[in-house]
Every structure is written in C-alpha cells, then in structure tokens.
C-alpha cells in the first residue's frame, strides 16, 4: 500500500503509522510517503484523516506500477530525456570493456558520426572466473570519464559490487547495474540515496516481480530515475547465450512506469543476430537500446563474440531509422 | 552426411551404400539421395564414382541446412509464395478454434477487409486438459472448407493426433503440427508423404535443434515444404504464458533453409501484448506472422485471454504495414 | 467437478445433467460418473436428488486427486502389486531398447539372477533425429514378449505412436507412453479403453500439472490403472542431460491418489551418476524405480551413456536393499 | 592450467610468468601457484625449470577440479570435520531469520536434543521485496552469537552484502554467501581472504560450472576451505518454489573435490515436501543437510511455509538415521 501522508502531519504521527504497518518511510520534497507491504490493504480508521490518498496493490510492484502514476517517468540523460512526453529512443553503443584509450576514442568518435549523445563501457567487470579480464578498474572510470568530457557525451558504466560503489556514482552519468548484481543489496540501497539514473539490468534468472522489486528498493530509497534493462534470460536454449523475453517485455510496458531499455548482444551473445533482433527491439517501442559494437570485436578482452564492428554498426544503424520512423520515434 | 547418388547408379549398390551407412533413401524425381547419420563423415573410396556430390555435418539438421542449400525454401500457398525471392509476408489469422458458421464467417469477412488470402483455425483441439473443450473435430473441417471454397482462401488447420490425419491432409491446404505434437512419428511421418505445405510448431520444451530435426522427419520423407513456426517456449518467467524465443529465430535465420512465421499470441497468451510483439515479429524479417483474432474473445471456448477482437486487429494491421515496409516486405 | 450419480437414475437425465455441464462419462462396473471442468462448483438443486456425491476442485486434477481417493492407488504387475496397501517398490530394468535376442536373453539372466519380475525395453523408438536407430518395431515385441514368456516376467514395452498402439498393447503387460509422447491423444484416449497397467512418462518440458491432465485422460477414459514416471525435466542446467524433479515428486505424493515410479537414467544421461541418484529415489519411498542396463553399454544402440553394465548394477542393486529396509520397503 | 612454482624461484621469474600468462597467484604456506585461464595449455620451455608441476584443464574449473586433488576437502567445523576421511554428514538446522532470544533459545534447546552441533539462522536477509522483514542486522548476529557461546555450537550466518561482510566474518564460524549473492564480487574476495568455512550456496539461475566458478574465487583468493550448498534451480515447474538440481549434485560429486551440502527446505518451499527430500538429500551421500526449522512456523518473518516445527524435526531426524547408517555415515 502506498500512503500520501498529509503535508502537515505531526512527525510523530507519521512514525507511529509508519512503524504500526512496517512501512518503508520515503520523503519528497513536498511529502511523507509510506509503502507498507502489499499485503497490507488498508489502515486503521483513526489515521484516514492523516492521509491524502492511498493505493493498494496485489503484490510489492508498487511506486513502479502504472496504478500508482499511469505515465512512464521521463529521465533526463544529459541534454535529452527519454520517457515522459518525448519520442525519444535512446541508442546508447560501445564495447563491454574500456581496454584501452585508443579503443575508447574510437568508439567515440563512431558516436558522434551517428549522432548518438551517450558512451558506454566497463571498467569493473563482473566475470564469471576469477581467470577471466576483470577489466580497467578505477583506471577505465577515469578514461571513460575523459572521453565523456572531451565529446561531450554522457557516460554509461556499471558498477560490480558495492565495494566501489561510490566512485562509480562520482564518474557516470548513468550508473549500470548488471544483471549478476540486479539482487546486491549493497548496490540498490546506495543508488536509493542518488539521484542520478539507474539502468538496472534483469537478473537472467530472476522473474519480472522480482525485477521490478530491485527497483522499489531504488525508488523507495528516493531515487525515481530507474530506467529497466531486458537483457536475455536463462533458459534451455543453448543456441543462444540467453533468450531475450519480449513477452516479459510487453508486460513491464502494460503495468509499469519505468522506462525501458533493450539490450540484444547480451541475449543473442552472437553478432551475427544482433542486427535483426535490434530491429525487433526499436519495433517494440521501449525508451531505448543497447548495443555493444568494438573495433575490433575479435580481439576484446571479454565478449568478443557478441560485439558488432563498426562497418556493421553503421549498416544497422541505417535500418533502425525507417523502423523508428515507422513507429513515430527520434534515435538519440 | 548427405550424399547425391549419381543418376545412373544401379539400384542394388544404392542399397548397399545405403544399408552400410544406415541412411535414409530420398527420392526425388530426377536423383536418389541418402543421408546418413551426421556422425558419418565420408565414405569408403570404393562408392567415391558412384557420388556426384556429398556434404558433411555437425549435427543431424542437414536437409535444412544452408550448408545444403543456402536460399530460404519457396513454398507456394494458393496464388502466393513466400520464402525463395519472393518479398511476401504471410499474415495468417483466425480464431484458435472454430466454433460456428457465424463465427468463422466473421473472420472471412474480416480476413477478405484486409486483402489477406488464408484463413487458420482449429477443428481437433490438442487441449491438456480432458474436461475442457476439445473442438468440433471433422464437422469443423468441413465448414472450414465450406468458408475457404466459398471465400477462395487458403485453409491452415491442425493435426492433433495421427488418427485423424488423413481427413486434415484432405481438407488443409497447409497442415499445422500443433506444438505438443511436434515430436508425434505418426504425424511426421505421414507429413512426409504428402506434397501439402507443413506448418511445423516448436514444441515448447524442444531446443532449436530438435525442432529442426522433427523438421528432418518430414523433409527426409519426401516432402520438401516444411515451414518452421516458433510460437514461445517454456521458461521460468509467468508473467506471460510462454516466451517467443527471438534469439532462436535469429539462429534458424543464420543456419537454416526453412521459411519462418512467428505466432506472437501463443507466446504472450494475453492480448495486451500482442501488438507490440507482433511489430517485433515483423521486423524480424521473416516469412510469416500468425495471430488469433476472434469476433468475440471473451466468448471464445479456448484461448480466450490472447485472442484480438476484429478492431483491435484492424488497428494493428494498420501498424504492421509500414514495418513491412521499413523492410521491403509485402503483406499477403 | 467430480459427481457419482445415484444407481437408479435414468440414463436420460445423466446425459441430461452431462450435456448441461460438458462432462465426460465414466461408466464404471456399478455406477456412472460425471467429470465436469472444474470451473464448475456446483449444479442446480433441480438435479441433487439424482446425485450420491460430488466433490470440487481447484484444478483439472480431479480423478487423480487424494482428495477424490486418497489412498495410492493399487495396480496389479503380474503376481505383484504396488501401491495400495503394499509394501512393494517396482525396480524394473532393462536396456533403452532391444536389440537382438542375445542381448535381450542376458538381461533376461540378470533380472532372473536378482530375483525381480519384470523386463522392461522398448521396440519402437521415439527418436529426435530421422537419422538416428528407430528401433526393431514389431519383430522387437514379438522377442520381448517371447522372452517375457519363457522367463515369466511382465514385459514394459513403449508406444511411440499411435499409428502402432494396438499391438504394444497386445504384447505388453504394461504399456508404457514416453516423455514426447505424453501430449498424444490417439495413444491417451486408446489407453483409456483398456484395462493394462499405462507407465505414463513426464514430457520433459510439461508441468506437474498437464502431466496430471495427461493422466486425467486416460483415466476418464475408463482405465484406472495409471502409474506416473517422473525422468527428468529441461532446465538450463546443461552437465546433466535432464534435472530429475524430486520436488515435483513430492507434490505429487501430496496431493495425487497415484503410484510413482522414478527413472534417474534419463535425468541424469550419464552412467556415473545413476548409482547415487537412484539411492535418492529409493529413499523417497515412492512405487518403483527405473533403471537402463545394457549388457555392453558402449555398443548400444540408443542411450548408450546412460545405461549401467551388469557390473554396475549388480553393486548398486546390493546399496539399494539397506535403503529400501531403512523405509520398510520390499523391492519386487 | 594450474602451476605449482618451485620453491626456491626469484620472485621475479615468479611473477613474469604469472604476468605472461594472465595468472592468478596463489601464495601457501609453502609454495606459489598459478592459476592461469583454461584456455593456457601449456608455457613456454624456458620456464619450464621453474615449475614444479601442472595440470592443464577444459574449463575455469581448476582448484576445485577432482584432477587436481582427487580427495574431498576435509574442513573443520568447530570440534567436527567433514569430507576427507570423515563419514561424518552435518545435519545444521535453525529458522530462516533470528527473531528473537526466545525464539533461538528454542532452537538451540532443539539442536541440543538431538546432539547436533551447529546453529544456522540469518540476521541479514536478502529479500526481494524492499517491503519485506529484512532481518535484525547486527543485532540478531550478537544475539545468534550469545547463544552459540553457551551452548558451544558453531554457528552459521549469512552475509547479504559486503557492506557489512567484516562483521559476519567476526561473528559466525562458517560464513553463508546466498544464493542471491552467489555472484557478489565484493563478498567472493573478501571470502578469499578469511580461512572461516564458506558455505557458498548455488544461484538459483546459475550453472553448475558458474557455481564452482565462483567458489574458484575464493579459492584463488588463499581461503581452501568453500562448502557447495545446492538449494535448488528455477525451472520452469511452479508447484515447487524452487527445482533441488541432484543431478547437478551427482556431477558435482563426481568432478569436484568440495564439500557438499543439500538445502531440501529453500527448494521445495513447503514443509510438507522437506521430510522425503531430506531422505533423498542423506541417500545421495553428501557431506551435509540444511534444513530450516522453526518453533512456530506459521508465525516466522520469513519463509513461514518451508519451516518444520519442532516435532516435524524430530520425526524426520529419526528415520534420517536408518538411511545415515545404510550408507555408513554418522550425523554430527
């Protein structure tokens, strides 16, 4: 249950019910929020004059569902924003890892050819094996960080563990959580006290509820800039590394207001899908798309497979402007 | 391995090359050709003059290999094909069952507003339960062929078990393998031994190389006009009924000859989501699009939460085309 | 809903009160019953003098149901039985499929020589590929069966299809319906015409509950005697062929009235571990367990990873006893 | 590939090689070992001098490999050891969180009476929901350690995140990495810096071979001593919360030299299905049982429906000795 309290309420009051109904206390700027757990469906009738309005909700998807604000929250990235009343599809491209400064001005400069605003690499990889590229470390944020400056783009980069946490939150524009770390506590409740945007990645094995549940931790944290990453789920399927969930997908546009982002190359795990699955993606008119592209895909130092170059990046890029169009969106 | 006999074998060391690679014979009319088991790599040199071309696998999906043949197969359905150079799309829809005259003339009269050509409906219902309804079974074929004479469409209808597949062979113009029969030898192999088009569904548990190798069972019988149908699998994820596996079809695109029609409704299983997924489909860029429409879903006696009703259709029809036509695609 | 109408009722007024809420007849020795979807919860008070007794549900597991009956139903294998009031756990061997007389004489020896009753191989194979060995069909039978004889076994044979289910069910004692064949109405619905003992295997990617529905067919169609075989569902999990579902096994032990019987050779796909795997069984104290021996694994046909030498089972036969005493069971 | 340095080589040779290679170093007491990616397959011969032995592998599988050390890691809890030479199966019960003193008071009373020797309860938990009981936090972990002091037992608790991993560290015996947490990286190497027990619990949507890789973290990382828990998979069955992967427990036991433990109470997520599962968990010869107890279930914080109460502990511990004994264990 979501619970406006009254502007003037006693602080007193607020915690009483707060505490009687075990509800997460979220302060606005003009107002006290409470979100007790679902199961609780209403409140005792001497507080009804303490309460500006409330929902009830069948399960713990709740500032996220479109019930509570039926509009997809608009993000502002950088100079553009993505959901609310804008066309906007964010197109945001470049290699799983920053390698090197050389790699990463190249990437660069293959976003500004296309006109695309925003960068994204990692620095800290959150590999599989210890044996694994474990990535450029604090080292890569402060590349990135330069490359964004100097194009003037803004800067997309994931965060592994919440032991590097903040220095991720001080370099990037947008702060990624990846799909292993969707359930790190330490993570969501720290991105809960920023305000800028989280692009929190779908834990392949997990379900939309409990998706949408990392989210609630952000955003009953304080922080309303959650944008959703799809991503590809785990399932018997070994053709491709993971199976993007579109249906998932067309339940998130139908019952949440969060922003949604489409990342093909981590579900197909092979560049030779990439393209048609990114054209299925803009068609499913969500807020944006991610897709890795690196110079030279056969020499990266992890997802090599995946990684479109860039003479495939640019063909693709020329297919996904028709298909937007036909939909009514601007690729920024 | 498949092996292309030269044309003036004898029959006795047909066999015998035959019999000593366990191979299945194929008869085509102007040449014999044995596949064997893809574990077979090549044969003893003594057969070498009596092979005018050979090719070798990795796994048993060979007759619908690219590596065998790299085109998309054209299939001919009524006046039209799709697959080969052809640039259509078929678009099939009808109500998961047919339920009564009135009803399926309904959807004629819808299916002929559009300027489409086939009509899909079901008459043996393949149901998992034994007490929900199991359809009106030969009647229902009948009145199918009634309407598909009388409009002059193309009739796909179902197979549900082989006890009545001969009476679909008659009736059908295109004979749909439902997915729970997908693995059915009875059904297969009967498949094989008619010239009728197969529209072949993924069973919802079966990997991509099971689906291609049912396929196998038919094209190896005889019957070179095998269209693939990915309709969702089974994964964890409940929101929606089953998950339409983009990445797979991305695959069967990459490595396979076999024409493609995606059935979104299936997948999702509610109509809410149906229009996006099916603009997705369509940018995919494949060979055809499913989609269960009813005059009246909420009445319909199977599948009635992912059926559209005729406006909802109407108006998604009228968002497909100029995705058809981002891609260079024709709607048939 | 399931309705036992009273004995003197006219058969007017069952077929009345059967039409009116679209329920399946079961004519049993001494009464007639009513199976309606359960979405029916009650029937007019008109027809309740002609009703003995109902009983509602929450599902279509209905006449499966311990709430229906709920004691394990009894099933007589030749001298023995299992469930009921037994005390008996089934272990059946045998290889994936017969192969020649010799190999199926050693089998014979071995079942013999550690005092079990039952051979259990199939003739007709169920195969994913074309270009895999289909089995010996009905030459297969007629040697089972013959071996059936000579040793005084039952013989547990299985349907592929129902192109060939009247003779399976002339020469088996039970008749067993594989995993991809679970879904298949003409072997379902002829299964509930006669009065053998149906072994119904789990399709690998079915729930709990259609495989239940799958049961409920055969049962509805009038034969009582339905055993569940779980062996393994597809899940990501790729080290193992299948995943043995032991959680599914013991709702099924909750809330169904029917005898189980384990099969860990094709869950786990390798040899190595079905000694382990089949000790777990034992101890979930269900009706039997199912085992693949093959004489000289390595050479077999079919499922040649999975099978255990007579070696290997002979030893594992020897760990299985203390369990099956531990849980009071008697293996037959 | 795994490289046991000799003892007397120059640090610098030890880390060129290791540079060379992208090797991780491992520092014992007594040796320095490498542990490169699989992919290495072999060094250079000039090094060859330098090294003691090496084992080269298919995957990043490598410490935990039986091909490296074939024996099952002996590792002592508390007064007790498991794997190694031991028969010993640790039986550790306890509720899913610590609620209160009364409450694991109770417990301890119980573990008490059964001569066990480990409490296990959370005061960090994981939730899904932010809405959810999150546990007492560092108070619950004062009280759990309170009462492990005076009943001398070892105490088991899990870290959530590695926000506050130093404290779980001080205060339990054996650290508890969840299965959400399976991936934290900030948790993995921290664990590799302690010698505590870890019991790494599997991923819910985690391969085998990524849950040995993350134990491979701690590993590398100087800590020898990781339990594998399976606590079951997510399939696609909802009838059960989760899928207990004994298949994957027969590979893990077959391929790797850790410690095993089965969580039968997190997979079937009902109580009613923990007493047959917990038998099949003791007949499948693992080094070790979890099982969640609670003195009132129905009134627990959290996973009210998977906890047995006292008595149904009681009856389930004494048919779990029969098994123990037919296997030739002994519960500690």
């Given at each position: 249950?979501?619970?406006?309290l ?14 009687k109904?075990?509800?997460?206390e ?10 007790t ?9 001497k507080?009804l ?15 996220a569902?479109?019930k ?43 976003i500004?050819?296309?006109g ?6 990692g ?20 590349l ?16 592994r563990?919440?032991?590097?946490i903040?220095?991720?939150i ?8 990846g ?24 834990g ?14 952000i955003l009953?944290?304080g ?6 990453c799809?991503r590809?789920i ?27 982002v489409?990342?093909?190359?981590h579900?197909?795990?092979y ?7 990114a054209?299925?993606?803009m068609?499913?008119?969500?807020e944006?798309?991610?897709i890795?592209v690196?110079?030279e ?5 992890s997802d ?20 937007a169009k036909?939909?009514n969106?601007?690729?920024?």
């Amino acid at each position: 249950m979501i619970i406006h309290l009254n502007k003037n309420i006693s602080k007193t009051v607020a915690k009483e019910i707060a505490q009687k109904y075990e509800a997460v206390e979220l302060f606005t700027e003009d107002k006290t929020i409470l979100i007790t757990p679902h199961s609780v469906k209403k409140v005792d009738e001497k507080y009804l004059d303490h309460i500006e309005r409330s929902w009830v909700f069948d399960n713990d998807m709740q500032l996220a569902s479109k019930k509570y604000s039926s509009e997809i929250r608009e993000i502002q990235i950088g100079k553009f924003s993505i959901g609310g009343k804008s066309n906007n599809t964010l197109l945001t491209i470049g290699p799983c890892g920053v390698e090197s400064k050389e790699q990463i001005t190249q990437t660069a400069e293959l976003i500004k050819e296309c006109g695309l605003h925003t960068i994204r690499a990692g620095a800290f990889k959150p590999r599989t094996s210890p044996y694994s590229y474990q990535g450029m470390g604090i080292e890569g944020l402060k590349l990135l960080a330069e490359i964004r400056d100097k194009y003037n783009f803004s800067l997309i980069t994931e965060v592994r563990d919440s032991t590097h946490i903040d220095a991720v939150i001080d370099y990037a524009d947008v702060i990624q959580i990846g799909a292993k770390s969707m359930y790190d506590h330490g993570i969501l409740r720290r991105c809960g006290k920023t305000k800028k945007p989280i692009l929190l990645k779908r834990g392949f094995g997990s379900t939309i509820q409990e998706f949408v549940q990392a989210a609630e931790f952000i955003l009953s944290g304080g922080n309303e800039n959650v944008i959703l990453c799809e991503r590809g789920i785990r399932t018997f399927e070994t053709k491709s590394r993971f199976t993007l969930d579109l249906c998932g997908v067309a339940y998130l546009k139908e019952y949440t207001n969060l922003p949604i982002v489409l990342d093909p190359s981590h579900a197909m795990g092979y560049s030779y899908g990439v393209p048609d699955l990114a054209r299925a993606c803009m068609a499913m008119d969500v807020e944006g798309l991610l897709i890795e592209v690196h110079p030279e895909p056969k020499v990266a130092k992890s997802d090599a497979s995946q990684q479109l170059n860039h003479d495939e990046f640019r063909k693709l890029f020329n297919t996904l402007k028709p298909i937007a169009k036909a939909i009514n969106k601007t690729i920024i």
